[in-house]
Structure formats: C-alpha cells, structure tokens
C-alpha cells in the first residue's frame, strides 16, 4: 500500500495561483497511475488530472491550459494550478492505483485527507 498526504491549500484570489503537494510513503517501489482529484460543495467528486508512470498526463476539460501535473521517481505528486477560478473551490485529493498506466476505468483505492482550496472573485 501507498499513503499519500496533501498540502498546499489555501485561499487565493480568482486569477491567483496556487501549488499542491502529495507526499508519498509506504510501498513506493510499485507502479502506481497518480492522480489529482477534487468535490466542490454540493457536488460529486470528479477527475482533475492524472499521470502514469512514463510521465502522460490526461486533464479535465476545465483545467487544461491552467493547471499542470507532475510527479518524481519518489511517487511524489504535485499540482500547479495558474489562473485560478471560483469554480476551482473545492477539496483537493491526492489519489494512487496500482499499474503503469492510467487507461481503463479502474477505482483509485488509495487517498490522501485533501487539502482546501478556496478562490474567491
């Protein structure tokens, strides 16, 4: 197993910027997909980001453009969201599954606590 803890959140202005970390301990010797995930208020939690072991990222459609995912040969994650919007709001999830790739459908059974992230107008 892998545990991973976010950091990072935080209030921001719309526009503003902000950067997640997603330390990752444990069983980091194996092939995991990564990846960023976050719930606004009142709404299910959804896909932000992902990358695989080789480096390919996939994001949202409301994101691509502003917001940039990155990990290290640690297992370490990282989100670098410029241009920051109010529907950016929400918890931010750190999230882990075994396999190189992050193709097919797969649930994601391992999650960090999140981190909050507030922008205002």
């Known amino acids: 197993q892998v545990q991973l803890v976010e950091s990072g959140g935080g209030s921001v202005q719309s526009g503003g910027s902000l950067r997640l970390s997603c330390a990752a301990s444990g069983n980091t010797d194996s092939s995991y997909c990564m990846g960023w995930f976050r719930q606004a208020p009142g709404k299910e939690r959804e896909e932000v980001a992902t990358?695989?072991?080789?480096?390919?990222t996939k994001y949202a459609d409301s994101v691509k453009g502003r917001f940039t995912i990155t990990r290290d040969n640690a297992k370490n994650l990282a989100l670098h969201m410029n241009t920051l919007e109010v529907e950016d709001t929400g918890i931010y999830y750190c999230?882990?599954?075994?396999?190189?790739?992050?193709?097919?459908?797969?649930?994601?059974?391992?999650w960090g606590q999140g981190t909050q992230v507030n922008v205002s107008a």
């Open positions: 999230a882990a599954r075994w396999g190189t790739y992050c193709t097919g459908p797969r649930p994601f059974p391992f």
């Open positions: 990358i695989d072991e080789n480096g390919l």
